[in-house]
């Protein structure tokens, strides 16, 4: 066990002074092309849907390599001196071995007068840039997010370690009652112990606790996964790393409009636009789609509310632009026929026929068939 | 546009007319009033005329009398009722016409009459104008105003009839640019003054050094037209020339939008020759604006109408009144820019004999000759009849009373609307003090005289609608004023200004009139949008300027830290940076 966690010590210290070097060696570049009277410049990858290619076999929105250029001019200044004064915080927290949220990071530009941010979302962005500008993950940078990761019922025994003793903990996911197990910040060292043979991934917090107050899991022999809107990157992580341990399939159950489909199902599956330098790790290339589909809304005759204005602009643009959905001519088809409809439904429109009715009858037809379900 | 009144033939209705013609519209009522009976029927007459449709009202007035059922009245006992309507009758039922709809306006318009002639009469006479207006607050809502210039004053014979006759000047008569026109204006204040407080109209006035200062009360008979004296004496009075006017009279004064204080500041702008010392209610109490030049204005010449210009009904009356023995020298003399080569042109269209007698011209022939008039090419009239303020005379106006950080001014060339000389002028006044997020301040003014109501109807208002202000930097809501920290003064000169009511307020949108007055909107706007553009760089220069000052010593602080750089290699290395950027600033358009 100590030996373990020597090891992992060993391991993020020599990522830490990879890091650090990678910083040290784009800062000697600027400082010497300033010398030479040049303007410095910093490349970026584009960060945006029109920089990414999809191929299934890989299995996640790969960037394509278009990168955007900032040369430092009077335009640039204030986000060049920014970015440069982000990177030097990380710099900081990496040596020290701590770590800053995105909001704290934000506080701490409070110090730096002129160049202080005056809102959160500027200090994101800039965060964001460091980030792809060395083409890692924040947190090997020291910036961690803020957001919760997502619930975990269910068979399933998480095994994680005391983080003074280093001993290890076994977590059974069955013995939360009620509640729930929150996935942490990193995920990347825990291990899983488990023979459920399905993931159910749940788009909403409401729909999660019916499937656990109802223990779903135990007559399924499945592990429940609460979302709670657009999975974030440890939620990804997590989900990922646990269906490539076991090999057990993913089942993405959101609500039946294009949010649910474009933004929430397609992040989990593929990743995202935005950090497209990252969806390698988080993505979930094996989910697939249980519902509700389109075709849901006909067969169990569900309650609906007309599209709104975003919802078609989303579902058009998804068909234009995306290329994950542009990939799968069954996704355009779906999405052409809710468009059609003009119409959406929840997860939680299945209340309509009982309340329990997803649990006895629309989960267990659903599930006879995952050949059936959505790419 | 209102149609010509009633005694002219139904021929002359397709011809456009400058404005209700006043005279005719009271000569129109009075002579109704003699040939119908009873008293109502000058109703139809006393409505504000704004359409023309006057004209037709008095024939089908007098065919539905005749057609009635049983007689109540007999010709001999109308006859009975019969008499003469005065003028001056006619207005007291009739003050919205010149402008004392209520007391605000009142106020405003007494003070305008009596300033109008004050500056008129000093620049006739080639005097720099020195003017004291003055408002006293009596009671809530009685004032008494008082209205003295340094002009040449006014002959003792003269007084009475100036002040309390209506329809008595010198303006009407003449074709030349001035602010008063017909001879209403001072002696219908003086009558509301009377009819509201009961007082007379008192004037004081003196021609020269070492002649006596006449002191008048002065009170109308309305009945008549006719002043009536109340009192008239020679009295001590310290003014060398000039003429002080006072009324009292039932009024409110307000500030703000359509206030005297806001005329008197126009005034002073669209007359920047002229010194005002302006006393007025409450606690401030006295506005002093200084003279800007000592320039006078050119004087304005008189010239005879132009042909063009002219309606049927005048050329009838024209033909009737000249002096002239022989058809083609009553054009010749009469009008301006008829040559004998011209004349003859004219009367050979009309089919009349040069040498026809103009004495004897019958209406048809009349007809003829006016179509044939407008069918022969005549030279533009003379415009020395008219008085442009200038461009520096506008900029020194505007610098005076405007706090802004630019200005600029145009003054268009003479152009013609249906014979009448006419001039536009454009001033505009940008930035400083002015407030950013408001409606550009639009002043008009015609004659110098500054106008204050029916913006809205004013063919200077439609043209500055029409102009896409976007394109010379300002912003502008779809069909509203544009918005900006902007005066702008338009001005309209002419030796018969187009106004579309006797109370003028706004002016008629002759197409000539709106043409002169978008391109001089437009010549003023490219001088602004360049002045904005030149401020833009300037502030954005100063902007990159203070990135640089901002931004580089972080860009220092930085890369010390990552890279453990010494002080003096920071300093080196923002020293060196702000030099590489300062050097390409200026080829850098700033980006927000």
């Known amino acids: 066990m100590a030996k373990k966690k ?136 020291g910036f961690i997010p803020e957001e919760k990761g997502g619930d975990i019922a269910g068979r399933l025994i ?203 009858t629309y989960l267990p037809e659903k599930l006879k068939h995952p050949e059936r379900f959505l790419p | ?110 003070i305008k009459e009596a300033v109008d002639n004050s500056l008129d009469a000093c620049e006739e006479a080639g005097i720099l104008p020195v003017l004291n207006v003055e408002i006293q607050q009596l009671a809530e809502d009685r004032f008494r105003i008082a209205v003295e210039d340094n002009g040449p004053g006014i002959v003792k014979a003269q007084i009475p009839k100036i002040f309390g006759k209506l329809l008595y000047g010198s303006k009407f008569h003449t074709l030349k640019q001035a602010r008063g026109q017909q001879g209403i204006g001072i002696s219908a204040a003086g009558m509301y003054g009377l009819l509201t407080t009961g007082k007379s109209i008192v004037v004081t006035s003196r021609t020269g050094t070492g002649k006596p200062a006449h002191h008048f009360e002065i009170q109308i008979d309305t009945r008549k037209n006719a002043p009536q004296v109340i009192t008239d004496e020679v009295v001590e009075w310290e003014t060398q020339h000039g003429t002080r006017v006072e009324i009292e009279l039932i009024g409110t004064y307000k500030r703000g939008r359509h206030s005297v204080d806001d005329y008197v500041r126009q005034t002073a702008i669209a007359n920047p020759h002229a010194e005002i010392l302006y006393t007025f209610p409450g606690d401030e109490g006295v506005q002093h604006y200084p003279r800007a030049t000592n320039v006078l204005p050119p004087e304005p010449r008189a010239i005879k109408p132009h042909p063009y210009g002219v309606e049927l009904g005048a050329l009838i009356k024209m033909m009737k009144e000249t002096t002239a023995r022989q058809l083609s020298a009553a054009l010749r003399r009469d009008f301006s820019r008829v040559s004998s080569r011209v004349a003859e042109e004219i009367c050979k269209a009309a089919e009349l004999r040069p040498n026809a ?70 001033g505009i006044a940008y930035g400083g003090d002015l407030p950013s997020e408001e409606l550009v301040d639009l002043l008009r003014f015609a004659n110098r005289v500054p106008l204050q109501y029916q913006q809205s109807a004013c063919a200077i208002t439609k043209a500055v609608l029409g102009i896409d202000w976007r394109s010379y930097g300002l912003s502008q809501s779809k069909g509203a004023l544009p918005m900006g920290p902007v005066v702008l003064f338009v001005h309209i000169a002419s030796a018969w200004v187009p106004f579309t009511s006797e109370s003028k307020e706004a002016i008629a949108a002759y197409p000539e009139i709106m043409r002169e007055l978008r391109l001089a909107l437009q010549e003023c706007g490219r001088k602004l949008v360049l002045h904005i553009r030149a401020h833009r760089r300037a502030v954005d220069e100063e902007k990159k300027k203070s990135y640089i000052e901002k931004y580089i010593p972080h860009i220092g602080i930085a890369l010390r830290e990552i890279l453990s750089l010494s002080e003096k290699s920071e300093r080196d290395l923002v020293v060196t940076l702000k030099d590489v950027l300062e050097r390409s600033r200026s080829r850098e358009p700033l980006q927000e």
């Not at chain 1, 440069?84 to 071995?97: C, V």
């Not at chain 1, 990252?278 to 519902?291: H, I, K, R, T, Y």
């Not at chain 2, 359409?51 to 059922?69: I, T, V």
């Open chain 1, 158 to 360: 998480v095994i994680d370690h005391d983080r003074d003793t280093g001993k290890v903990l076994r977590i059974d996911c069955t013995k939360f009652g009620s509640g729930a197990y929150s996935i942490p910040i990193s995920v990347e060292r825990i291990e899983f112990d488990t023979n459920a043979s399905f993931i159910l991934v749940i788009e909403t917090a409401g729909m999660f606790q019916r499937l656990v107050k109802h223990n779903y899991w135990k007559k399924a022999n499945c592990i429940l996964v609460s979302m709670g809107g657009v999975p974030t990157r440890a939620c990804r992580r997590f989900i990922r790393r646990l269906a490539d341990f076991k090999k057990i399939p993913v089942y993405v159950f959101v609500d039946g409009d294009p949010y649910g489909i474009t933004n929430i199902y397609r992040t989990l599956k593929v990743g995202s636009g935005n950090a497209a330098h990252l969806n390698e790790f988080f993505c979930v290339p094996q989910a697939s789609f249980l519902g509700i589909t389109p075709q849901d809304i006909v067969d169990y005759k569900l309650p609906t509310h007309p599209l709104k204005d975003v919802d078609i602009k989303r579902a058009r643009d998804a068909i234009k632009n995306d290329p994950f959905i542009r990939h799968y001519q069954a996704w355009i088809s779906a999405i052409e026929h809710l468009l059609k409809m003009g119409v959406r439904a929840e997860q939680q429109a299945l209340a309509k026929h009982g309340l329990n009715y997803v649990i006895d």
């Open chain 2, 1 to 110: 546009m209102p149609a010509p009144s009633s005694r002219r033939p139904k021929s002359s209705k397709k011809f456009q007319s400058e404005g209700p013609n006043l005279l005719d519209l009271m000569e129109a009522a009075v002579k109704q009033a003699k040939t119908q009976a009873t008293a109502e029927t000058a109703a139809p007459a006393a409505e504000p005329h704004q359409d023309g449709s006057e004209s037709d009202q008095f024939p089908s007035a007098a065919s539905d009398r005749r057609g009635g059922g049983g007689r109540r009245e007999t010709a001999e006992s109308m006859a009975a009722r019969q008499r003469e309507i005065s003028v001056s009758e006619f207005f007291t039922k009739n003050r919205h016409l010149l402008g004392f709809d209520n007391p605000q306006k009142a106020l405003l318009t007494t």
């Open chain 2, 357 to 426: 007698n103009p004495h004897l011209i019958v209406v048809n022939e009349a007809e003829r000759l006016f179509k044939a008039i407008n069918s022969v090419k005549i030279m533009s009239p003379p415009t020395n009849c008219l008085s442009p303020i200038g461009e520096e005379q506008i900029l020194s106006g505007l610098q005076k009373e405007v706090k802004a950080n630019f200005f600029a001014a145009i003054t268009r060339s003479p152009a013609v609307y249906r014979g009448n000389p006419f001039q536009v002028e454009v």
């Open chain 1, 6 to 141: 020597a090891s992992a010590a060993k391991l993020s210290e020599a990522a830490s002074k990879a890091m650090l070097s990678a910083i040290h060696s784009s800062a000697e570049e600027i400082h010497r092309k300033i010398m030479a009277r040049k303007k410095p410049t910093m490349k970026f990858p584009v960060r945006s849907l029109t920089n990414v290619r999809y191929h299934p076999q890989r299995g996640f929105f790969e960037i394509a390599g278009q990168k955007k250029e900032r040369t430092l001019t009077v335009n640039t200044v204030k986000t060049f001196a920014q970015t440069l004064r982000m990177i030097a915080l990380s710099k900081e927290l990496i040596e020290n071995d701590d770590i800053a949220t995105k909001r704290e990071a934000y506080y701490v530009s409070k110090n730096w007068e002129d160049a202080r941010f005056s809102e959160q979302p500027e200090s994101d962005t800039v965060m964001d840039d460091v980030e792809a500008f060395f083409e890692v993950n924040r947190e090997q940078l």
